[in-house]
């Protein structure tokens, strides 16, 4: 793994807190939105007022790429705000960590652990994968804010005071700092997670995608299990996402470059709309076996039978026949299904496949019609 630079030195402190008059309820919650709009239109982030006296103020968006949100105080008797900093996409691990309690803290000095671990909790489906995530630059900025992580991402409090009727809240520099650092530590697990050993479920998976990578020229991750990139015209994004411990599901997407526009809708026929035909009938193509076997609907018929030429409807076939539901709409082709359902190399090779069809259909799509059909 490429060795990764230390983080910057702390800049020089930023002032805490911004001292306030003695507080009234209405005052407060006036102050509270005041802070965290300030900060959102600092950081460039949306902003959300109180909404009833549960739902204090908050702002969502991105920071250098990375989802964040601002959560303010409900109540003077608490007066902190919440920095939460995503890791997109999710990571895989099911991954927990955070401080432990006295009890725990106690029991856990009785057994052979790192200085981080007598610390902090880490639970994950395997333990050796977390550790590699956790390096020293990480467990240092979870020690420095006292924060806590799982795989959607990590938490940081910043703390305010209240003495003897006088409310202290979290000043806006110090949240926009702890915001962009907050980001910073999102881009650092990253780029380490890329390196993570895959899952012992998804190591033949992860084999298969980084030669497909090599050959496609795309991009792959190990952990989370990610192929993405473009083929062509053609942009291909493949996940393996955990939907409980050590069990997995790939999606698959395969864009077009632009929306078809024509509201078209390509799926596997189910009992629900063979019924539906005898009310609203289906487009038919005069391929008695794929009308017979799918649901096709779009507002132009006649640019839906020119994209459906032959070779599209044999990969949509083959891919049904795979169990794997492939779904053709104006954006592009999609199908997910859990990791085991087929064998790594038949993942591999579906994946192909549905960068096939979306070239086909997208050829066919933008062939004038006097050049007749895609064949």
């Known amino acids: 793994m490429a060795r990764i630079a230390p983080l910057r030195p702390v800049p020089a402190p930023i002032p805490a807190l911004e001292m306030n008059l003695p507080s009234t309820p209405s005052g407060f919650r006036q102050k509270v939105e005041r802070l965290v709009r300030s900060a959102a239109q600092s950081l460039g982030l949306q902003f959300s007022p109180w909404d009833g006296p549960m739902t204090p103020p908050s702002a969502d968006g991105a920071v250098n790429g990375f989802p964040v949100r601002l959560l303010g105080p409900l109540s003077e008797d608490s007066p902190r705000v919440e920095v939460w900093a995503g890791l997109s996409p999710a990571l895989d691990l099911g991954l927990h960590v955070a401080k432990r309690g006295g009890l725990s803290l106690i029991a856990e000095s009785f057994r052979q652990q790192s200085d981080f671990e007598l610390e902090y909790e880490v639970e994950a489906d395997d333990h050796a994968r977390a550790e590699a995530l956790l390096v020293p630059d990480v467990q240092s900025w979870l020690r420095e804010v006292h924060g806590w992580m799982n795989d959607e991402g990590h938490w940081l409090v910043l703390q305010g005071s209240t003495d003897a009727g006088f409310v202290a809240l979290p000043k806006v520099e110090r949240v926009t700092h702890w915001v962009h650092r907050a980001a910073g530590i999102s881009a650092l697990v990253r780029e380490i997670a890329r390196e993570v050993p895959p899952a012992s479920a998804l190591a033949g998976h992860a084999r298969c995608w980084a030669a497909l990578a090599d050959r496609l020229q795309l991009e792959a991750s190990r952990t989370p299990l990610l192929l993405e990139g473009k083929v062509g015209d053609i942009a291909l994004s493949a996940r393996a996402a955990r939907t409980a411990a050590d069990t997995y599901e790939i999606t698959v997407h395969a864009s077009f470059p632009a929306s078809l526009g024509i509201d078209l809708s390509v799926q596997r026929a189910g009992m629900i709309d063979k ?43 083959k891919l049904g026949g795979q169990g794997l539901e492939p779904v053709l709409e104006d954006a592009g082709v999609t199908f997910s299904r859990a990791s085991g359902a087929l064998a790594p190399e038949a993942w591999c090779g579906a994946i192909e496949d549905a960068i096939r069809l979306a070239a086909r259909v997208w050829e066919s799509f933008s062939r004038p019609p006097s050049q007749g059909p895609y064949r």
Do not use: P, Y
């Open 275 to 317: 019924l539906r035909t005898v009310f609203v009938r289906d487009i038919e193509l005069g391929d008695k076996a794929f009308d017979s076997a799918h649901s096709i609907r779009a507002g132009q018929r006649d640019v839906a039978r020119r994209v459906l030429g032959a070779e599209a409807r044999a990969l949509l076939t």
